[in-house]
């Protein structure tokens, strides 16, 4: 049992094509399944009204409200240790199943943590002297040792900051 196991068993990652024409494709996970970023059949995108209680995406091109950046997740202190306990092979599974376009979710935005999260070891600040209001004990070391190094093999993945 536990989640380092589950992480080295994990099949490698294949490919998914890019959609063609009017073709959305379809990648699902699924705990009662067994699945692991499952690549299924590619659905039809066209017009019309969904039988009653079916899934369905609506878009309406002449309603704008903003303009989508991209989709991302929090890079945080307990995810980064738990990513270096795990054997290198895992790691890069991981790491390609997160960032990597053509064979993960090809993820483009992160967010860091500014001190501690509740997803930290504890109870910390960039800044542990009490009363530093000119931050001449700020530092960053913390960030070091896990976080910062899978941020930048997040990069390498994406092949982009």
Not at 16 to 41: C, F, Q, Y
């Amino acid at each position: 049992g536990g989640l380092l196991p589950f992480a080295d068993e994990a099949a490698p990652l294949t490919e998914v094509a890019p959609p063609e024409g009017n073709t959305v494709r379809v990648v699902r996970t699924g705990k009662a399944s067994g699945e692991r970023l499952a690549v299924l059949a590619p659905l039809l995108m066209g017009p019309g009204v969904a039988p009653m209680g079916a899934p369905a995406v609506v878009l309406e091109p002449k309603v704008t409200y903003q303009t989508l950046l991209g989709f991302g997740g929090s890079f945080t202190e307990s995810s980064a240790e738990l990513l270096l306990n795990m054997s290198h092979a895992s790691q890069e599974r991981i790491l390609d199943a997160y960032f990597d376009e053509r064979i993960g979710l090809g993820l483009t935005l992160g967010r860091l943590h500014m001190g501690s999260c509740d997803f930290s070891r504890g109870n910390w600040s960039c800044v542990e002297e009490p009363g530093d209001e000119a931050l001449l004990s700020f530092s960053l070391l913390r960030y070091e040792r896990a976080i910062l190094p899978m941020v930048r093999r997040a990069e390498a993945k994406a092949g982009h900051p």
